[in-house]
């Protein structure tokens, strides 16, 4: 089970596991804690209390000491898995819905004639389509973009990372995604 670490603003910083968390617990580094507690780690006895030592561990936790995180000013990381979760498994040219074997990265501006690898100019294509599409922008090959590629924020990039994510993370997480995001959907 994996825990939503945030910094003390409350931004996301990463997914740790519970036993990661417990350690920022042992060394009273938590801040503040939302959700409910997703795992109960038990060590050894206590030898003043006899006691066995027991550590509930919250499913979001927030970092005391850690310094802000800057993370949200940075683009996420570009991978096919997270793209196609943002564009829904849907092909930006056909608009049918498709297995992700069946799925391709698909630049709208080819990186052949100087298009980048970034979130702006990647969709998710069948792989039909992309070679229908071929070396050619999209009005060359008579296709129009069924949807809009655009640069996920930082809470939906903690969403498309493909997690087994709880109801309270990502009731958390999904309060801070912008109303015009396809997560919505």
């Keep these: 089970m994996d825990v939503l670490q945030l910094d003390v603003s409350g931004r996301p910083q990463a997914w740790i596991t ?6 920022i617990y042992a060394t009273d580094g938590v801040a503040w804690t939302l959700g409910d507690p997703c795992a109960v780690l038990r060590g050894g006895v206590q030898r003043a209390t006899g006691r066995l030592s027991r550590i509930e561990v919250h499913s979001i936790i927030a970092v005391r000491g850690t310094i802000p995180s800057r993370a949200w000013r940075q ?5 096919n898995t997270k793209l196609f979760v943002r564009d829904r498994y849907i092909c930006a040219y ?11 990265r698909e630049h709208v501006v080819p990186t052949s004639r100087g298009g980048q690898d970034t979130w702006l100019n990647c969709v998710t294509a069948c792989r039909a389509c992309n070679g229908r599409k071929g070396n050619r922008l999209p009005e060359e090959a008579r296709m129009s ?3 809009l590629p655009y640069v996920p924020s930082l809470h939906e990039d903690m ?8 109801a309270d993370q990502m009731e958390f997480l999904m309060a801070s995604v912008p109303r015009s995001s396809r997560l919505h959907g």
């Design 145 to 147: 973009l069924v949807y």
């Design 75 to 79: 683009t996420p990381a570009l991978s």
């Design 94 to 104: 056909c608009g049918h819905h498709h297995p992700a074997e069946e799925l391709t």
């Design 18 to 23: 519970a036993r990661e968390a417990a350690v």
């Design 159 to 166: 969403i498309l990372r493909g997690r087994r994510i709880l």
